[in-house]
Structure formats: structure tokens, C-alpha cells
């Protein structure tokens, strides 16, 4: 009788085991995709918010009628913001595209510092408070190709 007692207490903890190990496993499994889609996200995320960082930097004091190419880029980049874009980023976009029509001028600077800003500290570099500054060299004074050339 002892005995038969044994036998269904060790079945019915070792049942209980094998229903604690399944659920443990189903839950980590769980966790991981969530983690690992989260993640994705991210990158995918970054990754836009890089490349649209990219376009309005590399449009910024261009002149326009030279230029056309870098509306397609500003265009771009602004509905990439309005996708991935945090709420601070995308209302700075709202202002800036609400005020162009009466001003003609895109004010990119505190989108852009935004960007910068959010972007170091997504990869987890130091933050800065310095507006970002501008090389153009379109309409520069003929500087000869020696002084521009990378020094290796």
C-alpha cells in the first residue's frame, strides 16, 4: 500500500516537473521572439533615422535651383521622421513644414540636432549640445585640389 502511495507521488511530481520545464521553455521561447523582434524593430528603426539624418545633413545651405536633387532627399527624409521618428522629432517636423509656406525656409537645425541627439544616445555615445556646423563647397572661391586632398 506504502508502496503504490510512492509510486503516484513520484508520477504526480514527475508530471508536475515535465509541466513546469514545458512552461519554462514556452516562456523563455516567448521572451526571446519578443526580444528579438523588439531588437529588429530597433535596427530597422536606427537604420532609417540614420539614413534621413543623412539626406537633410547633406541638404542643408544648398541652393535650391542648382540642387533639385536634394528635395527628393528632404522629401524622403521627412516622411521616414513621420514614420520612425520620436514625438519631439516628429513635432519639430510639423513646425518646420508649417512655417515653410510662409517663410520659404526650412529650418532644419532643431530637427536635425534632435536627430543627432537621439541617434548617440540610441548607440550609446555622448551626447552634445553643439548645433552640428556645415562645410559647403559649392561656390567657394577656387581652392587648388592640393589643399583639399586627404592626407594619408
Not at 526580444?35 to 541638404?59: G, T
Not at 524622403?76 to 513635432?91: E, H, P, R, Y
Not at 541627439?117 to 581652392?143: C, D, F, Y
Request: hydrophobic residues 35%.
Amino acid at each position: 500500500m506504502c508502496n503504490l502511495e510512492l509510486k503516484t507521488w513520484n508520477i504526480i511530481l514527475s508530471t508536475i516537473a515535465i509541466l513546469v520545464v514545458v512552461f519554462g521553455w514556452y516562456c523563455v521561447h516567448y521572451l526571446n521572439l519578443k526580444r528579438d523582434r523588439q531588437n529588429r524593430l530597433k535596427d530597422i528603426q536606427i537604420e532609417y533615422l540614420i539614413s534621413a539624418y543623412r539626406n537633410l545633413a547633406n541638404s542643408v545651405q544648398r541652393h535650391p535651383e542648382k540642387n533639385s536633387q536634394y528635395f527628393q532627399h528632404i522629401e524622403g527624409a521627412i516622411a521616414d521622421i513621420q514614420l520612425f521618428g520620436t514625438t519631439s522629432q516628429i513635432k519639430k517636423t510639423h513646425i518646420m513644414l508649417s512655417n515653410y509656406p510662409t517663410t520659404s525656409i526650412l529650418e532644419l537645425d532643431p530637427l536635425l540636432n534632435d536627430l543627432r541627439n537621439e541617434l548617440r544616445h540610441e548607440l550609446k555615445l555622448s551626447s552634445t549640445k553643439e548645433n552640428v556646423q556645415w562645410l559647403r563647397m559649392e561656390g567657394a572661391p577656387n581652392i587648388p585640389n592640393s589643399k583639399i586632398q586627404n592626407k594619408h
